[in-house]
C-alpha cells in the first residue's frame, strides 16, 4: 500500500518530530522504531518505562443488559463472571475451532460506563477490527448494541518504572493491580486505564480521547524514566514473554488448546462446567481440553548464534518436516535465538532437539518452557 493511502494515528505528526522510521502495518503509517533503535528500546522497557502508541488497535463497547451472555455465545470464556474494573484475555473461534482474533475484555465500573465504555470494553487486534465488528453485529447485535470507538487512541506505558510515571499524572492509578482498570483523569482527559500490555512488563494501557492524546504522550515522554518505543521493539518483548501475535502464531486454522491458551478458557465454560460449550467449535475445543490436541505451540531456543525466523521449517533428525516457526528472533534480553513454533505432541517435550532450517542449513534448537523471560506483571 502506498504511502499516502495509509491511515496515520493521532500521533503521526509526533512520531515524526522524534525520528521515528515509519512503515505500513495493519494499514497504518506505524513507527518501527527511533533514532536509539530497536535493541536499546527492547532494552530500556525492561529497565524503565517504554510508551508504545498503539491507536491501531480497535476499541469498541458493548451496551446493554444481555451484553456479556451474548459474548459467552462468541468467546469460550467466562464474561458473566467477569467483575466490574476487571479485564479478561478472550479470543473469538470459528465453527472448527480456530481462532478468528485475540482481544481484551474489560466491565468497566459505573462511573466508565456512564462516561461511555459500556457494559463491556473491547480491545481488538488492528488487522482483524472491522472483521470483528461484522462478527460481532451479525451474531449478537440483536441482543446488545455494538459501537465502535474511532475517536479515541490507545497508548502502551510498559516497563518496571511504568507506575512511577504514570503515577506522577494521577496517583489514583497505582493501587490497580494486573487486569484491573477504571476511568482516570491523565493529563486534563477522562481516561480508561487497565494495568495490563504485551511485554510480559508491569504496564499500562490507557485509552485517551484522540483529541488530546499528543498532550497525554507528551507529558508521559517528559517523564525521566519513559522513552518511546516502536513496533520493532513490541515485537521481540512480546515474542520473549510467549505470547502470540495473531495472523502469526495463531489464526484460524489453530485452535486455542493447541495454541497453549487452554490457561484463559475458565472451569465453567469448559466440559463439564455450569455454562460449557455454546460457542463456535466448541465440540473441537473441548475435545482438545479433554484428550489433547495434535500438535501444541512450544518455544525453542537456538543452540547456535544464528537467528531463526518465521517461516523457517523445521525438521527431527531423520528429515522429517515437523512444522514451521511461527516467530522467532535473536532476544535482546535472553540473548539468544528464540523462537516459536508447532510441533506434534511427541515432539513437544522439554529439552526436546529439532532442526531449523536456514539458509540451507539446518541448525539445532531446543524446546523450551515458555516464557523465555519471567512475567513481572503486578498481581
Avoid at 455465545?73 to 465453527?95: E, K
Avoid at 466508565?112 to 481488538?124: E, Q, R
Avoid at 460449557?276 to 525453542?300: D, F, N
Wanted: net charge neutral.
Amino acid at each position: 500500500m502506498s504511502d499516502d493511502l495509509l491511515l496515520q494515528t493521532p500521533l503521526h505528526a509526533l512520531h515524526l518530530r522524534l525520528n521515528a522510521r515509519m512503515v505500513p502495518f495493519a494499514g497504518y503509517a506505524m513507527p518501527v522504531q527511533y533514532a536509539t533503535g530497536v535493541i536499546a528500546e527492547h532494552r530500556h522497557c525492561r529497565q524503565a518505562a517504554a510508551l508504545f502508541d498503539v491507536s491501531h488497535m480497535g476499541q469498541l463497547h458493548l451496551r446493554g443488559p444481555d451484553a456479556a451472555a451474548a459474548l459467552e455465545t462468541l468467546v469460550p470464556v467466562d464474561v458473566l463472571g467477569l467483575g466490574a474494573g476487571r479485564q479478561r484475555y478472550a479470543f473469538f473461534t470459528n465453527a472448527s475451532g480456530g481462532l478468528l482474533d485475540d482481544l481484551m475484555i474489560s466491565r468497566p465500573a459505573p462511573d466508565a460506563n456512564a462516561a461511555g465504555f459500556g457494559d463491556l470494553f473491547l480491545v481488538v487486534n488492528a488487522s482483524c477490527k472491522a472483521a470483528d465488528t461484522l462478527h460481532l453485529v451479525a451474531n449478537i447485535g440483536h441482543r446488545c448494541t455494538v459501537v465502535p470507538m474511532p475517536e479515541r487512541a490507545l497508548l502502551a506505558l510498559q516497563g518496571p518504572k511504568a507506575v512511577d510515571a504514570l503515577a506522577r499524572l494521577n496517583p489514583r492509578v497505582a493501587p490497580l493491580v494486573f487486569m484491573a482498570g477504571g476511568l482516570f483523569d491523565l493529563a486534563g482527559a477522562a481516561c480508561f486505564v487497565t494495568r495490563s500490555g504485551y511485554t510480559g512488563e508491569d504496564g499500562f494501557e490507557i485509552s485517551v480521547p484522540a483529541e488530546a492524546a499528543v498532550a497525554l504522550a507528551e507529558a508521559l515522554l517528559a517523564q525521566p524514566e519513559v522513552r518511546p518505543a516502536g513496533l520493532g521493539a513490541r515485537d521481540t518483548l512480546r515474542l520473549e514473554a510467549g505470547l502470540c501475535l495473531y495472523g502469526h502464531d495463531i489464526d484460524a486454522t489453530t485452535s486455542p488448546i493447541e495454541a497453549g491458551l487452554a490457561w484463559a478458557i475458565q472451569k465453567v465454560r469448559r466440559p463439564g462446567g455450569a455454562r460449557e460449550g455454546g460457542y463456535p467449535g466448541a465440540a473441537v475445543i473441548g475435545g482438545h481440553l479433554t484428550q489433547g490436541p495434535p500438535s501444541k505451540r512450544v518455544g525453542l531456543v537456538g543452540l547456535e548464534r544464528v537467528p531463526v525466523r518465521e517461516g523457517a521449517a523445521l525438521f527431527d533428525a531423520q528429515g522429517r518436516k515437523l512444522g514451521t516457526v511461527t516467530s522467532g528472533t535473536l532476544a535482546p534480553t535472553v540473548d539468544k535465538p528464540i523462537a516459536m513454533a508447532y510441533l506434534p505432541q511427541q515432539h513437544a517435550l522439554p529439552e526436546h532437539e529439532v532442526l531449523a532450517e536456514v539458509r540451507g542449513k539446518r541448525l539445532p534448537m531446543r524446546v523450551q518452557a515458555l516464557p523465555f523471560n519471567p512475567h513481572r506483571y503486578c498481581r
